[in-house]
C-alpha cells in the first residue's frame, strides 16, 4: 500500500473518529453531561482554532523566511489573554448581558441595533476570512503533494481535486455538527468537544516534531541552539515595523475574528473559564511557537535548496524515513485547519443567517412574529447553504490565487481584514461618544482601503488588478498604487496596507463620531457597553406583562419545532407544579423562552418576536418616546373630555333646576286648579244660591230681591273679573295684544295707579314713600298696560304686607340702562325657594290670604315683556321688593 | 476603570477612603491584573532596540530564550494572578464591610 493510500485511510479513519467524538459529546450532553463538556480546560482547547494550518505549516515557512517574526503572531493573543481584565473580561459579560451571538452582532447592537451595521460587519467578515480558508485546503493540498511526491506521482496542480473533496467534507460536518441543534445558547457540544480533541492532536503532533528534531537530529538542547546560531536565520534581523505591526495585527485578528470571537465570547459558559484560559492558553501558544525554529533551521540544512520551507514538519520526518511521524504531522495539520474552517464557517453562517437571510425573509414574510410555516426549517436552511456558500467561496479565492503563495502572506491579508472591526469595537466599547455613523464611516473607509490595497493585489495580476495598475497606479495615477498609497514606497505591503486602513479607518471613525449625533438607542446602548459593571448580573426580565401562553406555544412551535417547544412549556408547566400543557408566562419562563429563540434567530430577532406577544417590557427609549407622544395626546383628549363633561354636568345641574322647577310648577298648578275651581265655584254657588231664592220665593220683599240680586251682580262681576284676567294673560302671551302708546308723565302714572290699587278700601291702608323729583320722567310707552303693572304691584303690597305699619317705597333711578323703578315694600318678603315661582301663572305664595286668582304678576310680566322691558324679583331687601326696569327709549328726560 | 468600585450593586454615594485589608489587597490584584499585559508590551518591545547590523546583533539563541523567558514570565505571572483573583471572584460584594 502506497504511503498516500494509507494517508487516505489514516484521515479518513481519523475523521469517522471525530465524527463519533462529536456525536458521544452530543448524546452525552442530551443526558445532561454538559459540565465536564464545559471545564475550562475545554474551553482553553477550544481556542486553539487560533492555530490554523497556518501555525502548523506556515509558521515553520515563516521563521525559514524571516527568523523569529513568526511568533508575533502569537505573542499578540498572549498579551490580550494576559490582558484579559481590560478587553475579555467586559466582551463576555456584554454578551452576557446583551445576548450577543457573533461580533457582527455585538457591533449592531452597541450602534443602535442598527442592521444595515450587521450586514457590513458580515460582509467585511466574509471577505476577510474568505482568503484564510483558502489558506487552509492550501495546506492539506500542500500536505497530500508531499505525500504524493514521496510515492513517485507529481499532482497536477490544475488537476487536483484534493482542495475540492476537503472543501466538501468539511462543508457536511459543519453542517452536520453545526447546525444539528439550532440553539446556539446550548451551543455546538459536539463541535467544541472535536475541537478540543483537535487542539490536543495538533499540539501533540508537532510537539512530536519538534522533539523529534531537537533530540532525534539535533542531539539536544545546547547543539540546537548552536546549530540555529550558525545557520543564516542565526542573527536577529528583524524588521522593526514588522515586528510591532504585526503582534498589533495579531491583537486585532485574535479579538476580532469571527470564529475567535465565536469560542472566546460566545461560547463561554463562566467568566471563571477566561481566568484559567488566561495564562493556560498563552501556553499552549508557547508550546505550539517553540519547536518552530528548530524545525525551521533543521529542515533548511536536510532538505534541498528550493524546498517549500511551509512543508518541512512533514518533509523533515519523511526524509528520515519516520513514516509514522510524518503521518502524526499530517493529521495534526489536517486538525488544524478542519478546525478552523469548521468554526469559521459556523460562526460565519450565523452572521450570515442572523443578519442578512432572516432579516430578509422575515420582511418578505410579513408578519413578524406570527409568520406562517416553520421559521426552524428556515434559519437551518439558511445556515447550512451559508456555510456551503462560505467554504466554497475559500475554495474560490484558492483556485483565483492559484495556491502559489506563502501561507503567511494570505494569513495577513485575511487578518488585516478583519482588523478593521477593532477600532469601532473597542470605540464601542469604551467611549460612549461612538456613534452609529462613526461606526459606518470608519468600517466603510477601513474595508475600502483593505479591498485595494491588501485583499485585491494579492489574487495576483491579472485577476482584480493588471500589472500596470499595480506598478503605476489607476490611469496612471502614481500615489494611488495599490501597494504604494501617496507615493510612499518600500514598505512591506502587509504592513502598508495595515497602516493606511487601519490608521484612516480610525480617523473616520473618530471624526464622524465627534461630528454626527447618536440615537436615543444609540445613546442608551452606549451607556450600557461602557459602563456594563454597572448594569451587572443577568439580562433584564421581563417584568410582569400579561402574556398569552398560547400565543406564545404556537410562536415557539415555528420556530423550535413543535415536539421542542411542546416538551419546553411541559417541561416548565410541571416546574409551576399546573397540570395542563401551558405554563403560566413568568418572567423567568419568559426569559428561558427567549433564550432558547434566541439560539435559532438571534437575540434581536427573539426578544421583539417574544415583546411583540408579551407586549415589550424591555422598553426602547424610541418606545419611550412614543409612549410620552401617546400620553401627551391622552392628556390632550382627556382635558378636551374633561371640558366636555363639565358642560355635561352643568347641562344636567340646569335641566334638573328646570325639572325642579316643573315640579313645583306642576303642584302649584293642581294646586291652583283646585283653588281656581273653589275661586269659580264660591261665586257660582252665592249666584245659583240666591237666584233660586229669588225664582223660587214669589214674596220675597224688595229689598231682599235687591240685595240678592246685586249680590248676584257682584259675584258675576267677579267672575267676568277672573276671566278677563285669563283672558288678557292668554293674549298677552300669545303676542296678540296691540299696544297703545302715548306720551306720559311717570309721577302722574304712579299718583293714578297708587289711587286706582286704593279704590278698593277693604284692604288695609298702605303708606306710599316716594321722591316726586325722581318721578320727573318722560314716557312714550303703552301708559295704561304700564298702570296695570304698577297699580299690580301696589295692591300686592297692600295684600300681602304683613307688617304692622304696613310701607312701601317706590324709588325711581335712571341710568345707560333705562329707568329703573323698585317696589319695596316693609314686609316679610317672599322665601327664597319661591321668589322664581311668583311670575308664574297661578302661583299663589301665601294661602291665608285667598286673594286673586295668582295671575297678577304673570301678567306683570308678559305686559313687560311686550313694552321691552322687565320685572324682577329684587333680592338683598328685607321686604318684598319688585324691580321693573324700563328700556331707554321708553323714556326721556322731563322737558 | 469606575467599575471596581460602582459594580456591587446598588448607588454607591461615595467611595471609601479606607477599605478593609482583604479587599485592599484583592483590588490591587485587579490592578496587577491590568498591568501585566502593559508590562508584558513592554518587555516585548525590547527587541526593537537590538542593533540588526551583522557585526552586532545578538544571535538567534539568545533572542529565542529571550521572547521565551518573557512569554514564560508573563504565563507564570498570570496564573498567579488567576488563583489569586480566583478567592474574591470580581469586585467587592456588596454586604461586605468596606472599611
Known amino acids: ?895 | 476603570m469606575s467599575d471596581l468600585r460602582k459594580s456591587g450593586g446598588g448607588p454607591i454615594k461615595q467611595a471609601p477612603a479606607f477599605l478593609e485589608r482583604h479587599t485592599y489587597r484583592k483590588r490591587r490584584i485587579m490592578d496587577a491584573a491590568r498591568l501585566l499585559p502593559i508590562l508584558g508590551v513592554f518587555l516585548l518591545c525590547m527587541p526593537l532596540l537590538w542593533p540588526v547590523d551583522a557585526e552586532n546583533a545578538p544571535s538567534t539563541s539568545r533572542a529565542i530564550i529571550y521572547v521565551f523567558g518573557v512569554w514564560l514570565l508573563l504565563i507564570g505571572a498570570a496564573l498567579g494572578l488567576a488563583s489569586r483573583l480566583k478567592e474574591g471572584d470580581g469586585p467587592v460584594q456588596p454586604g461586605q464591610s468596606d472599611i
Open chain 1, 1 to 895: 500500500m502506497s504511503t498516500l493510500n494509507l494517508l487516505i485511510v489514516v484521515c479518513a479513519a481519523y475523521v469517522a473518529f471525530l465524527f463519533i467524538v462529536a456525536f458521544a459529546a452530543e448524546r452525552a450532553a442530551m443526558r445532561g453531561h454538559v459540565r465536564w463538556l464545559r471545564s475550562p480546560l475545554v474551553y482553553t482547547l477550544s481556542l486553539s482554532v487560533y492555530c490554523t494550518g497556518w501555525t502548523f505549516y506556515g509558521a515553520v515557512g515563516n521563521a525559514a523566511r524571516s527568523g523569529l517574526e513568526y511568533v508575533t503572531i502569537y505573542l499578540g493573543p498572549t498579551l490580550v489573554m494576559v490582558g484579559w481584565w481590560w478587553i475579555l473580561r467586559k466582551l463576555v459579560r456584554i454578551r452576557r448581558t446583551q445576548r450577543i451571538t457573533s461580533i457582527a452582532d455585538l457591533i449592531s447592537s452597541r450602534f443602535g441595533k442598527s442592521n444595515g451595521l450587521a450586514v457590513g460587519v458580515t460582509i467585511l467578515a466574509v471577505s476577510a476570512i474568505t482568503p484564510y480558508i483558502a489558506l487552509q485546503l492550501q495546506s492539506v493540498t500542500l500536505a497530500f503533494e508531499v505525500f504524493a511526491a514521496k510515492d513517485g506521482l507529481h499532482i497536477v496542480k490544475e488537476e487536483d481535486r484534493t482542495a475540492l473533496w476537503v472543501a466538501l467534507g468539511l462543508a457536511l460536518f459543519t453542517v452536520v455538527f453545526g447546525t444539528r441543534n439550532l440553539d446556539a445558547n446550548e451551543r455546538h457540544h459536539g463541535v467544541v468537544i472535536a475541537i478540543a480533541v483537535e487542539a490536543v492532536v495538533k499540539l501533540t503532533a508537532l510537539m512530536a516534531v519538534g522533539i523529534f528534531v531537537v533530540w532525534g537530529l539535533g542531539g539536544g538542547i545546547g547543539p540546537t541552539l548552536e546549530r540555529i546560531d550558525a545557520s543564516r536565520l542565526g542573527q536577529w534581523q528583524i524588521d522593526p515595523g514588522r515586528w510591532f505591526g504585526l503582534t498589533l495585527l495579531s491583537v486585532a485578528a485574535f479579538l476580532c475574528l469571527p470564529r475567535m470571537f465565536q469560542v472566546l465570547v460566545v461560547e463561554n459558559e463562566d467568566e471563571g473559564h477566561l481566568r484559567t484560559a488566561s495564562w493556560a492558553f498563552p501556553l499552549y501558544l508557547m508550546l505550539m511557537s517553540l519547536f518552530v525554529v528548530p524545525i525551521a533551521v533543521v529542515g533548511l540544512d536536510l532538505m534541498p535548496e528550493g524546498a517549500n520551507p511551509d512543508a518541512f514538519v512533514l518533509t523533515v520526518p519523511l526524509s528520515q524515513g519516520q513514516d509514522g511521524l510524518a503521518m502524526l504531522s499530517f493529521l495534526g495539520g489536517f486538525s488544524s485547519a478542519t478546525s478552523m474552517v469548521i468554526v469559521a464557517a459556523i460562526a460565519l453562517s450565523t452572521m450570515v443567517s442572523n443578519h442578512i437571510v432572516m432579516p430578509i425573509w422575515l420582511r418578505s414574510a410579513r408578519g413578524g412574529a406570527n409568520v406562517s410555516g416553520d421559521v426552524r426549517h428556515v434559519v437551518l436552511l439558511s445556515r447550512r447553504l451559508s456555510i456551503v456558500g462560505i467554504v466554497l467561496l475559500g475554495y474560490t479565492y484558492y483556485r483565483l490565487s492559484g495556491g502559489g503563495e506563502a501561507l503567511a502572506v494570505i494569513g495577513f491579508v485575511s487578518f488585516t481584514g478583519i482588523a478593521q472591526v477593532l477600532p469601532v469595537m473597542l470605540g464601542g466599547i469604551f467611549w460612549r461618544g461612538a456613534t452609529r455613523i462613526g461606526a459606518l464611516s470608519g468600517l466603510s473607509v477601513g474595508f475600502v482601503i483593505w479591498l485595494y490595497t491588501s485583499f485585491f493585489p494579492s489574487l495576483g495580476p491579472g485577476v482584480v488588478f493588471s500589472e500596470s495598475v499595480l506598478l503605476h497606479g489607476p490611469l496612471g495615477l502614481d500615489w494611488l498604487r495599490p501597494q504604494a498609497l501617496f507615493g510612499i514606497q518600500g514598505i512591506d505591503p502587509t504592513l502598508h496596507a495595515l497602516l493606511w486602513s487601519i490608521s484612516l479607518s480610525t480617523i473616520a471613525f473618530f471624526v464622524a463620531s465627534l461630528a454626527s449625533f447618536p440615537s436615543p438607542l444609540e445613546r442608551l446602548q452606549g451607556a450600557q457597553f461602557v459602563s456594563i459593571y454597572q448594569h451587572t448580573g443577568g439580562p433584564r426580565s421581563w417584568a410582569g406583562g400579561v402574556a398569552q401562553s398560547e400565543d406564545l406555544m404556537i410562536m415557539s412551535q415555528r420556530i423550535l419545532g413543535a415536539q421542542e417547544a411542546q416538551g419546553l412549556f411541559q417541561q416548565e408547566a410541571r416546574d409551576q407544579g399546573l397540570s395542563g400543557d401551558l405554563p403560566e408566562p413568568t418572567p423567568d419562563f419568559l426569559e428561558t423562552l427567549e433564550r432558547e429563540l434566541a439560539g435559532s434567530v438571534g437575540a434581536a430577532t427573539a426578544h421583539a418576536m417574544i415583546g411583540q406577544i408579551v407586549g415589550g417590557m424591555q422598553v426602547s427609549v424610541e418606545d419611550l418616546m412614543a409612549v410620552a407622544d401617546e400620553t401627551a395626546q391622552m392628556m390632550e383628549y382627556s382635558s378636551r373630555l374633561e371640558a366636555q363633561s363639565e358642560e355635561l354636568s352643568r347641562t344636567a345641574r340646569q335641566l334638573r333646576e328646570v325639572n325642579q322647577k316643573l315640579t313645583r310648577l306642576s303642584v302649584q298648578k293642581d294646586a291652583f286648579l283646585s283653588q281656581i275651581s273653589h275661586e269659580l265655584r264660591t261665586p257660582m254657588t252665592s249666584i245659583r244660591a240666591f237666584s233660586e231664592i229669588l225664582r223660587d220665593s214669589s214674596e220675597l220683599p224688595q229689598d231682599d230681591q235687591v240685595k240678592y240680586a246685586s249680590i248676584i251682580h257682584d259675584e258675576a262681576i267677579r267672575l267676568t273679573r277672573l276671566l278677563d284676567d285669563l283672558l288678557d294673560l292668554s293674549v298677552l302671551e300669545n303676542g296678540q295684544v296691540n299696544l297703545n302708546i302715548r306720551q306720559g308723565r311717570l309721577g302722574a302714572l304712579l299718583d293714578r295707579a297708587s289711587a286706582a290699587a286704593a279704590a278698593d278700601d277693604s284692604e288695609q291702608p298702605l303708606k306710599m314713600v316716594r321722591r316726586a323729583r325722581d318721578e320727573d320722567i318722560l314716557l312714550n310707552t303703552d301708559l295704561d298696560r304700564l298702570s296695570q303693572v304698577f297699580i299690580n304691584l301696589i295692591s300686592n303690597a297692600r295684600k300681602y304686607c304683613d307688617a304692622d305699619d304696613p310701607r312701601l317705597e317706590i324709588r325711581v333711578h335712571k341710568g345707560e340702562q333705562g329707568v329703573v323703578l323698585d317696589f319695596v315694600d316693609n314686609g316679610s318678603g317672599i322665601a327664597q325657594e319661591s321668589r322664581d315661582l311668583v311670575f308664574e301663572k297661578f302661583s299663589r305664595i301665601s294661602d291665608q290670604k285667598a286673594g286673586g286668582a295668582g295671575l297678577g304678576l304673570a301678567i306683570c310680566r308678559q305686559i313687560m315683556r311686550r313694552l321691552g322691558g322687565e320685572i324682577t324679583y329684587l333680592s338683598g331687601e328685607r321686604g318684598a321688593a319688585f324691580r321693573v326696569a324700563l328700556p331707554p327709549q321708553l323714556a326721556m328726560d322731563a322737558q
